[in-house]
């Protein structure tokens, strides 16, 4: 039974049960919805702008104002670290010397006949196997028996083997163009080292009960076999392509008169190139030392060619990125030391327990500027739609000095970094400095998935509330940060209640919303910020008239407590850690 097994889909939240929160209450919106929508582009609403500027801001203060939260590096120093931010188009020779131009291809098939386009590597085998006796039953005995087979039954479609088989067992219209009944276990998923994920259920079909592995399609089936592999939506062979490349960069023209093919330019495809080429300006007008870093927080766009998964994969989103430059012998203890800090960061801000991993990455999934032996890893997160499995929220990666080399080449530029603290010792006792191109280490997050990671974490679902449901923020990113109440709106409440609104608005304001709500019944302005995920809720009463009291209301416990009006900015500001 492999590791996962337990987690069966009856304990997944719902993640359409998370999107329609997400519309219902301003979070996240179709991008261009009244006109029908736009593929993989995605609006955020009041709330869900300023989720995500806390969270942006969180990741600012915490690497870049604090320098690692004031964490000292593997060195025993603090860690240095400075922002830029640089252009979203840059010289289109930019991104030849970086290899997206040439290289940043994802490879696509094509069915002829219903001219949809599909990843390669989101194209899953399944295969439906008979049941076999009891001894038999394990899970890497039928992946065996799958290989075997090579050209599958059925293709599926997903971002990972569990995601491709959860649909076509439970998407109606899937399901019975798969000649499945019902699914009869919960999904299994596991790792097995001829096929590497997989995931497994028992199904029943018009011919009985099968057992149903689904598996990554094995190496070159695609490429040599395509016509014999079904199509996954009508199960048709030979109607697939071979994989063709299909590059991701999203182009425009500079100049009214320019055209496509001189004046090309491109939208830049993740914000860690326009760190790299200001490397030397930075070293030049600053007094930065290596080791050090350079941070930047933008837009980034790919053409992807499948969007998927709410927000997970866009075609704009944004990142969070830092490219920390080091000398080459220091390179493996500053990629232990990032791995590890961002991993205690994202758990911070209450992504904790087991829905997050770090995962070091197997040497077959080197990056192209990883070099064998170099750490890599991901943080990633358990979302409703990966699960049991997990998707990636960061990478961390030891790029070595791939990239200043490419463009110290490419632009015929010298980026190389004079260190005066290394070297032989010259006569009078002082090192004679060292020349050397640093090595990076890149911490790059998705603030856009990370941004989902929190509100599918915050999802909380409770029969006993009348909203049914409540988002669990941390304080700190909540974007609500506390709500004030007239109990009613009369008898004097109001009057009392407005101006300690606007007394918390002038201390707090900087750090979220202070709402103020006067309107319908104080049970349904509860419900609205417990799916807001406002954590504190202060109502005025007529108790407050002659006491000078208010009622704190707490979203987690739903505890309530009274305490003195005039304590409440000082109780806040504990409250959020202030
Ligand atoms: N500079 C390295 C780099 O860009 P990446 O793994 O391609 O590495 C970094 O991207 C992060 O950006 C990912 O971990 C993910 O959080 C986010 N990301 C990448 N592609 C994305 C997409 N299409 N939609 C949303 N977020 C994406």
């Not at 096929?195 to 990554?216: D, H, L, Q």
């Not at 002038?506 to 995920?533: C, N, P, V, W």
């Not at 009463?541 to 979203?555: A, F, K, M, P």
Request: hydrophobic share 35%; with cysteine; proline share 6%.
């Amino acid at each position: 039974m492999s590791a996962n097994a337990e987690q069966t889909e009856s304990s997944v939240k719902s993640m359409d049960d998370i999107m329609s929160l997400c519309k219902r209450r301003g979070f996240i919106y179709p991008a261009s919805e009244i006109y029908g929508g736009v593929n993989g582009f995605w609006d955020y609403g009041p709330l869900g702008a300023q989720l995500k500027k806390n969270l942006r801001d969180a990741w600012w203060t915490d690497v870049v104002m604090k320098g690692c939260d004031g964490k000292l590096g593997p060195n025993g120093k603090p860690v240095e670290i400075v922002p830029v931010d640089t252009s979203i188009i840059q010289n289109p020779k930019v991104w030849e010397a970086s290899g997206h131009v040439g290289g940043f291809n994802d490879p696509m098939v094509d069915d002829k006949e219903t001219k949809q386009r599909f990843r390669a590597d989101h194209l899953f085998a399944v295969y439906l196997l008979e049941p076999v006796n009891e001894m038999k039953t394990d899970e890497h005995y039928f992946i065996g028996g799958a290989i075997e087979r090579a050209i599958p039954d059925r293709t599926a479609v997903g971002n990972t083997p569990t995601e491709a088989l959860k649909a076509i067992c439970n998407e109606s219209t899937l399901r019975k163009a798969n000649g499945i009944k019902k699914l009869i276990s919960g999904i299994f998923s596991g790792q097995d080292h001829r096929v590497g994920s997989f995931a497994t259920a028992w199904v029943s079909t018009s011919n009985g009960e099968r057992y149903i592995a689904c598996v990554p399609l094995s190496d070159g089936i695609l490429e040599r076999r395509a016509n014999e592999v079904p199509s996954p939506f009508t199960g048709k062979a030979g109607h697939l392509t071979p994989p063709r490349a299909f590059n991701l960069m999203f182009k425009t023209v500079l100049g009214a008169t320019g055209n496509m093919e001189d004046n090309a330019a491109y939208l830049r495809p993740e914000t860690a190139q326009g760190i790299f080429i200001n490397f030397k300006n930075v070293v030049d007008t600053t007094r930065v030392a290596v080791p050090f870093g350079i941070a930047q927080t933008g837009k980034a766009f790919r053409n992807e060619v499948t969007p998927r998964n709410f927000t997970f994969r866009s075609r704009e989103f944004e990142q969070m990125e830092i490219e920390f430059f080091c000398h080459p012998d220091e390179a493996a203890g500053w990629y232990a030391f990032w791995r590890d800090w961002r991993m205690e960061w994202w758990q911070s801000l209450g992504l904790e327990g087991d829905n997050l991993i770090l995962r070091e990455h197997d040497s077959d999934e080197l990056a192209h500027y990883a070099k064998e032996g170099a750490g890599t890893s991901d943080i990633e997160y358990r979302f409703p739609f990966t699960a049991p499995g997990f998707g990636e929220l960061e990478g961390i990666a030891d790029r070595t000095n791939f990239d200043l080399k490419q463009h110290a080449e490419h632009a015929g530029a010298k980026l190389e970094y004079f260190d005066n603290t290394r070297g032989e010792l010259a006569k009078n006792g002082q090192p004679k400095g060292e020349r050397y191109l640093p090595h990076v280490i890149e911490p790059s997050a998705g603030l856009d998935r990370g941004v989902l990671a929190l509100l599918c974490e915050a999802y909380t679902p409770d029969p006993e509330r009348a909203s049914g449901v409540y988002m669990k923020f941390h304080p700190r990113l909540a974007p609500i940060k506390a709500a004030v109440f007239p109990l009613v709106k009369k008898d004097g409440m109001p009057e009392v209640a407005a101006p300690l609104a606007a007394a918390l608005r002038k201390r707090f304001g900087h750090l979220g919303t202070i709402e103020y709500d006067e309107k319908q019944s104080i049970g349904k302005r509860y419900a609205r910020m417990d799916e807001a995920g406002c954590p504190f809720c202060f109502t005025i009463d007529g108790d407050t008239l002659t006491d000078n009291t208010v009622t704190v209301r707490h979203r987690d416990t739903l505890d309530q407590e009274r305490i003195a009006i005039d304590s409440v900015p000082d109780y806040l500001a504990e409250k959020l850690g202030l």
